[in-house]
């Protein structure tokens, strides 16, 4: 996550969130997984990003044999004070 925090921050980057890894997938058998979601201030900045992000995708097989899958989902978030 530093190389993404590094390699993303003057790209709108915001932060992110790790998941997992969690066991016992739909369909049975053990699946593990690990999702991260990477905030960014804007669907031009996330743009940006992925245009500047070879390197994060080249350490990716450095930690897993898994092919990974992006997807894009614009969020809101509410605070309560």
Known sequence: MALCEETLKDFGFRGYILQ???GQGPGGDNLTW???DILFDSLES???AMANAGKIGADVVNYTDCKPHISFCPIELYLQS
């Open 20 to 22: 997992g890894p969690a």
């Open 34 to 36: 690990a999702s991260v």
């Open 46 to 48: 996330l743009q940006g």
